[in-house]
C-alpha cells in the first residue's frame, strides 16, 4: 500500500513571502500522479496542482509550483508571493494509475499566512 | 456545472438513529467516491464506485455503513444505526478519468450526540 507523509503539521509565512511545503510518498511504482490539494476554513477541497511521474519537468500553476525529485519519492509545493487567501490546510495525495484511480492523501500542514 | 452536490451540509442526529447522505456527481464523471475526515484519522477513502458499480469498498468501517449508487448522477451513503463515534465530515468526489483530479463536494458535518 501506498504512504504519503506530511511532516510540517502547521507552518506560518508572512504576506508576499515564500514558502514550501514538504511531501514524501512510498511506492515501488513507476507510473503514478501526485497532487496538491488546498482546504480553507470553508472546508471545500481545491485541487491545486498536479505532477505525472513520467514527466520531468515540474507542473507550475501561478504562484504554485513543485519540486518533484522522484528517485527521492519527494514531492514539495512552494506557494510564491503568499496572500491572505492562501491560509489553508494542504493535502499532499498520491494516485496509483490503473488501480482504480483512488487518492490517497497525507495527514495535511496548516499554513498560516500572516498579515 | 455545480459542482459536485452534496446534501445535507450539516447534520445533527441521536445515537442509535439512522443518517442518510446524499452526493449529486459532475454530470458525465463516471467515477464516484466517498471520503470521511476527522482529526484523528485525516481522509480516509470509504467507497468508490465507477460506472456505478461498486468496485471498492474495503474502507467501510463496518457493516453499519452501506453506500448505493442506484443512476449516474446520485449516490447515498447510510449509517444505520449511527454512533457518536461516526461524528466526522463526509466528502463526495466525482472524476472523469480520475488522472486529472477529483472534484469534491462541500462535505456533510455529521455529530452523532
Known amino acids: 500500500a501506498q504512504t504519503v507523509t506530511q511532516s510540517q503539521p502547521e507552518m506560518s509565512v508572512q504576506e508576499a513571502e515564500t514558502v514550501t511545503l514538504s511531501c514524501t510518498y512510498d511506492?515501488?511504482?513507476?507510473?503514478?500522479?501526485l497532487f496538491w490539494y488546498k482546504q480553507p476554513p470553508s472546508r471545500q477541497m481545491i485541487l491545486v496542482i498536479r505532477?505525472?511521474?513520467?514527466?520531468?519537468q515540474n507542473a507550475t500553476e501561478n504562484r504554485f509550483s513543485v519540486n518533484f525529485q522522484k528517485a527521492a519519492k519527494s514531492f514539495s509545493l512552494k506557494i510564491s508571493d503568499s496572500q491572505l487567501g492562501d491560509t489553508a490546510m494542504y493535502f499532499c495525495?498520491?494516485?496509483?494509475?490503473?488501480?482504480?484511480?483512488?487518492?490517497?492523501f497525507g495527514g495535511g500542514t496548516r499554513l498560516m499566512v500572516k498579515p | 456545472d455545480a459542482g459536485v452536490i452534496q446534501s445535507p451540509r450539516h447534520e445533527v442526529t441521536e445515537m442509535g438513529q439512522e443518517v442518510t447522505l446524499r452526493c449529486k456527481p459532475i454530470?458525465?464523471?463516471?467515477?464516484l467516491f466517498w471520503y470521511r475526515q476527522t482529526m484523528m484519522r485525516g481522509l480516509e477513502l470509504l467507497i468508490y464506485?465507477?460506472?456505478?458499480?461498486?468496485?471498492?469498498d474495503s474502507g467501510m468501517p463496518e457493516d453499519r455503513f452501506s453506500a448505493k449508487m442506484p443512476n449516474a448522477s446520485f449516490s447515498t451513503l447510510k449509517i444505520q444505526p449511527s454512533e457518536p463515534r461516526d461524528s466526522a465530515v463526509y466528502f463526495c468526489?466525482?472524476?472523469?478519468?480520475?488522472?486529472?483530479?477529483?472534484?469534491f463536494g462541500s462535505g456533510t458535518r455529521l455529530t452523532v450526540v
Open positions: 495525495a498520491f494516485m496509483k494509475r490503473n488501480a482504480g484511480n483512488m487518492l490517497t
Open positions: 454530470s458525465g464523471h463516471n467515477s
Open positions: 511506492t515501488s511504482e513507476s507510473n503514478y500522479y
Open positions: 464506485f465507477n460506472n456505478n458499480v461498486p468496485i471498492d
Open positions: 468526489a466525482s472524476s472523469l478519468e480520475g488522472v486529472e483530479g477529483y472534484t
Open positions: 505532477q505525472e511521474a513520467y514527466k520531468q
